[in-house]
T-cell receptor, first 111, second 114 residues
């Protein structure tokens, strides 16, 4: 029962360019969405979040966009840096402390 | 403030055995969630505990169980281990009092079943 889907297992971009990571969800009850970043041998760390009452949230180089009608969100990283190379997980919650994650997208930023 | 601590870091077991994993949340956090990470499947939700009660549960068989103690520390148990249980098991904590909170993760326990 994959309620949160990340259909691209990997993404490679050049340093300085934009990275766009995509996520789709099926549960219309989800009202809080997050992105986490994970390096090898470490737990995921919180990156940015967005509530369903908004359609955009920015934090420095990171911007998350939410399209509720399409049940789609995306993470934009501008400009991309080699240190951004990691696995990115999309997550969603329906306000019940039950957070569901996608399968992850491995981002590689080439110097 | 110390982060989420998981022990042990690595574990090797054989099929049929059982295993117990431990998680100490961030001080003051009362909610503890457990996830299983396998390649291609991402993070699969196991269960969430709050104030010693299981509040949410994912779609895992009954061989997977957990509990939470009065100090919010949590343990996860897997009985009759199968090869497919080999995975990274992640624990996450949050204050637990609000409806939408970000989770803070530990580094995980890497379980290998031979």
């Amino acid at each position: 029962d994959q309620q949160v889907k990340q259909n691209s297992p990997s993404l490679s971009v050049q340093e300085g360019r934009i990275s766009i990571l995509n996520c789709d969800y099926t549960n219309s009850m989800f009202d809080y969405f997050l992105w986490y970043k994970k390096y090898p041998a470490e737990g995921p760390t919180f990156l940015i979040s967005i509530s369903s009452i908004k359609d955009k949230n920015e934090d420095g180089r990171f911007t998350v966009f939410l399209n509720k009608s399409a049940k789609h969100l995306s993470l934009h990283i501008v400009p991309s840096q080699p240190g951004d190379s990691a696995v990115y997980f999309c997550a969603a919650s329906a306000g019940n402390n039950d957070m569901r994650f996608g399968a992850g997208t491995r981002l590689t930023v080439k110097p | 403030k110390a982060g989420v601590t998981q022990t042990p870091r690595y574990l090797i077991k054989t099929r049929g055995q059982q295993v117990t994993l431990s998680c100490s949340p961030i001080s003051g956090h009362r909610s503890v969630s457990w996830y299983q990470q396998t390649p291609g499947q991402g993070l699969q939700f196991l269960f969430e505990y709050f104030s010693e009660t299981q509040r949410n549960k994912g779609n895992f068989p009954g061989r997977f169980s957990g509990r939470q103690f009065s100090n919010s520390r949590s343990e996860m148990n897997v009985s009759t281990l199968e090869l497919g249980d080999s995975a990274l098991y992640l624990c996450a904590s949050s204050p637990g009092s609000a409806t939408n909170e970000k989770l803070f993760f530990g580094s995980g326990t890497q379980l290998s079943v031979l």
